[in-house]
Structures are given as C-alpha cells and as structure tokens.
Nanobody
Framework: QVQLGESGGGLVQAGGSLRLSCAAS????????MGWFRQAPGKEREFVAG????????YYADSVKGRFTISRVHAKNTVILQMNSLKPDDTAVYYC????????????????WGQGTQVTVSS
C-alpha cells in the first residue's frame, strides 16, 4: 500500500514561516515525483510546488515562487516545503502528492494524496 503522511501545519502570523514535511511509504516512491497541492475555503485544489524523483527539476506556482522552497530527502522518501513570508491568502489545507509522471503546474490530478494538513495565516 502507498501512504503519504504530512506534518508541520499550524497557525502562524503573517510574515512568519512554517515547514511542512511529507513521508511516503514503500520503495515505489523512490522514483516518483512528489509535491504539494492546497485547497483554500471555497476554492478548488491548486498546485503549489513539485520536485522530480532525483531532486530536480523543481516547479512552483507563481503565487508562491520566491517564498516557498521544496526539497527532497531521497533516501527517506521525504519531501519538505519550507514556507516563508506567509500571507493570509496562503491559508489552506496542504496536501502532499505523488505521481510517477511528475508534479508541476501542468498536473491536473496526482495519483497519490495525503490526508492534508491545515495551514492558517493570521493577518
């Protein structure tokens, strides 16, 4: 079975930082792209960031580029999303995702999804 587990969400003031982590079970994910989607209240889920199975390439949504950084610890099947300069508009449930074909702005529906972790940014 494939499982994705997120951690690190919480409440933070605008301008603050949070670090999200996602661990994938099984050796299958050693060659899977991983990344993050998010869903804000009343809106559709949207792409946030993605990273290839080798650690490159990386992709970012325009709304987070320059503020968020995605990285991967390949040996641990773990992906990290460092979020800096957070804004109230970043408030959403963040989902760790995985897909054999890649995670980018062109990805409409990744194959594997975590349960999500809530990120709330106060003004």
């Amino acid at each position: 079975q494939v499982q994705l587990g997120e951690s690190g969400g919480g409440l933070v003031q605008a301008g603050g930082s949070l670090r999200l982590s996602c661990a994938a079970s099984g050796r299958t994910f050693s060659r899977y792209a991983m990344g993050w989607f998010r869903q804000a209240p009343g809106k559709e889920r949207e792409f946030v960031a993605g990273i290839g199975w080798t650690g490159s390439p990386t992709y970012y949504a325009d709304s987070v580029k320059g503020r968020f950084t995605i990285s991967r610890v390949h040996a641990k099947n773990t992906v990290i999303l460092q979020m800096n300069s957070l804004k109230p508009d970043d408030t959403a449930v963040y989902y760790c995702v995985g897909d054999e074909g890649g995670i980018s702005g062109a990805t409409t529906q990744p194959t594997y999804w975590g349960q999500g972790t809530q990120v709330t940014v106060s003004s």
